[in-house]
Each structure stands twice: as C-alpha cells, then as structure tokens.
C-alpha cells in the first residue's frame, strides 16, 4: 500500500519564476493538505482540500494556490517566487472525518536563488 | 487563535537514559494533540495522538504522553532511548471543530549519544 507520494523531491527555482509540486495521496484517502517548512522550523499549515475545493487556507498570500483532481491528488503552485519561499512543502492526506490522523510524504524542497 | 510551545530546541541524551520533551499549547477551545516525529530527509510520522478518554497516551517505538488540562501540556516520554531515536519531534494541536488544519511547534532536537 502505498503511502503520500510527492513529486519532484528537489527543485531549483529563480526569483520571479512559477512553480508546481504535486502530491498522490494514500490510497483510500480523499483529503489532501500542504504544509511549508522552513529550515529549522515547524510546518505551516497553507491549504486543504477536500472534494476538488478548497475547504481551509492557512495565513499565505494568493501567490500560493492548489487544484484537487478527481482521482484525488493534488497541485499546490506558487506563483511569482521570493527568497523567503524556499522551503520544504509537505503534503499531508486523510479522510474527511474528525479523528482521522495526518499522513505525511516525504516533501519537495524548494530553493529559490 | 491556538499555539504551541516546545521549549527545548535541542534534547542531548545517552543511549538507555530516559528523556522528557515538553510541548504546551494556548487555545481557547478544546483541542486535540499530536506528537509526530521526522527523520533527516524525510516528512512526519505520527507517533501518538490524544482525542479523548485516558490522558496517558501510547504510542509507537516505546514512547507515551500525558495530557494535562490544567498545565495545557502534553509532554513525551520514552523511558530508555535508542541511537535510532535520534530525530526531530513536533508537538501540534488541532482544535475541535477546526477541521484537519494542525498547529505545529517550532520542534525539539532530540540527540542520542553513546
């Protein structure tokens, strides 16, 4: 079974430019969340989305912005790169109810020059 | 608005000593609490959670947590650790009726030495 997968593992962008990460979620899961993780901090927690729309936003800018497919997987894009975007972008799944605990991927690290 | 604190950025400890990592939170509302653990490279896993009921808590690899309600904490514990317990650990808090969103702590780096 497999778990979150994340999609690339690195990436190298240039200030300005646009981004998209991109998330499977577990198998059987039809939630899907994304966290940004800077260097020697906490995940902050961006979006959620559950039946293709975006059901929880976070404290970020409309720069950041997602898409949930049918299948349920997930984009999250970033648009107009700064430095300070450069991070590891976690995506996380579970199912819609109450008690159902995050499952993490393994991320995408970002570095913007 | 919730919060979480982790007052120890690092946790250095020998193999086989037991080791406490303290997380309090702020919230106005009841909330759920989490312990997730990541290893270099990699995202979290899920050690433990507490939703309701007994506020000692088990998790995997040995470690526990107790809720406390009147200290807002939720420490972890393990009672002997292992060189493979060298990892970062995060406290989070989800508040009830908050939908999935978890509040993370900034983390304590927990080095276990021979």
């Known amino acids: 079974d497999a778990g979150v997968t994340q999609s690339p593992t690195h990436l190298i962008k240039t200030r300005g430019q646009q981004v998209t990460l991109r998330c499977s979620p577990k198998?059987?899961?039809?939630?899907v969340s994304w966290y940004q993780q800077a260097l020697g901090q906490g995940p902050q927690f961006i979006f959620q989305?559950?039946?293709?729309?975006?059901?929880q936003r976070g404290n970020f800018p409309d720069r950041f912005s997602g898409h949930q497919f049918p299948n349920y997987s997930s984009e999250l894009n970033v648009n107009a790169l700064l430095l300070g975007d450069s991070a590891l972008y976690l995506c996380?799944?579970?199912?819609?109810?109450?008690?159902?605990?995050?499952?993490f991927g393994n991320g995408t690290r970002l570095t913007v020059t | 608005a919730q919060s979480v604190t982790q007052l120890d950025s690092q946790v250095p400890v020998f193999e086989e000593a037991p080791v406490e990592l303290r997380c309090n939170y702020s919230s106005s509302v009841s909330v759920y609490l989490f312990w997730y653990v990541q290893y270099p490279n990699q995202g979290l896993q899920l050690l433990l959670k507490y939703l309701s009921g007994s506020t000692l808590v088990k998790g995997i690899n040995g470690f526990e947590a107790e809720f406390n309600k009147s200290q807002t904490s939720f420490h972890l514990r393990k009672p002997s650790v292992h060189i493979s317990d060298t990892a970062e650990y995060f406290c989070?808090?989800?508040?009830?009726?908050?939908?999935?969103?978890?509040?993370f702590g900034t983390g304590t780096q927990l080095k276990v030495e021979l």
């Open positions: 996380a799944s579970s199912l819609a109810s109450w008690n159902s605990p995050l499952h």
């Open positions: 989305y559950y039946e293709e729309e975006e059901r």
């Open positions: 989070a808090v989800r508040v009830t009726g908050g939908g999935n969103k978890l509040t």
């Open positions: 198998s059987g899961h039809d939630t």
